[in-house]
C-alpha cells in the first residue's frame, strides 16, 4: 500500500497555479478560495451587522443542496454577503446586510414565475439589484438599500415608471407585488 503524503504549504500554493491537464484551466490561488469561502470579519464591523452576515453565511452552507428555483436565488443573495470592499475592483463597498435582508424579505414573496425571469445582483453603493426580464424593452428594476428600496416598472422603452426611495412597510411590498403581477 502506498504511503499518503501530505504536501508542504509551498508545495500546495505551487500547485494552485499548475493547470489542471483533465480541465485545462488554471485553479484560484488559495487566496481566493478563502474570500469565496470564508468570511472576513474587519475589527470595527458592527456586531448586529455581523451577525445579519453570519446568519446569511449559514443560510448559504445549510440550503446549497436544495434544488428549489427560491433556495437558489437566496443563496445567491447570501453569497454576495461574502463580497469584501473593493468586490469590482473599482472600490466599491461590501453589500450592506441590511439591503441583503430586505431583498431576501422581497424574494421571498415571490412566485416561480417571477423567479425564473429573476436576476440577483450586487450594485457598486453596496446595495442589492434585483431584476425581472421578460423581453428586451420590458423590465422591472428593484434596487434594494438598507432603509429603502427604489424601482421602476419599464413595460416599453418610451414610458418607464418610476418609484424613488419607498420605505420597506409591508403595504409599499404589497404594492411592489401587485405592479409586478399586473406587468
Not at 504536501?7 to 481566493?32: D, F, L, N, V
Not at 421571498?108 to 426580464?133: A, D, H, Y
Not at 419607498?166 to 409586478?180: A, H, M, Q, S, W
Amino acid at each position: 500500500m502506498k504511503e499518503k503524503r501530505y504536501r508542504t504549504p509551498g508545495e500546495q500554493k505551487e500547485m494552485a497555479h499548475e493547470p489542471i491537464p483533465q480541465y485545462g484551466h488554471q485553479p484560484m490561488a488559495m487566496s481566493h478560495i478563502h474570500m469565496s469561502f470564508g468570511v472576513d470579519i474587519p475589527k470595527d464591523e458592527d456586531p448586529e451587522m455581523l451577525q445579519l452576515r453570519i446568519i446569511a453565511f449559514a443560510e448559504y452552507l445549510s440550503t446549497r443542496h436544495n434544488t428549489s428555483t427560491k433556495d437558489k436565488v437566496i443563496r445567491q443573495l447570501n453569497k454576495l454577503l461574502l463580497l469584501d470592499d473593493n468586490w469590482d475592483g473599482y472600490g466599491s463597498p461590501q453589500i450592506d446586510p441590511l439591503a441583503a435582508y430586505n431583498a431576501k424579505k422581497i424574494i421571498e414573496k415571490f412566485n416561480s414565475s417571477m423567479l425564473q425571469i429573476l436576476r440577483v445582483t450586487p450594485t457598486e453603493t453596496g446595495s442589492i439589484s434585483l431584476r425581472l426580464i421578460r423581453k428586451e424593452n420590458e423590465s422591472i428594476g428593484i434596487n434594494c438599500c438598507k432603509d429603502s428600496m427604489s424601482y421602476f416598472i419599464e413595460k416599453d422603452a418610451c414610458n418607464p415608471e418610476f418609484y424613488p426611495e419607498v420605505p420597506y412597510t409591508p403595504e409599499n411590498i404589497n404594492e411592489l407585488l401587485g405592479r409586478i403581477e399586473q406587468w
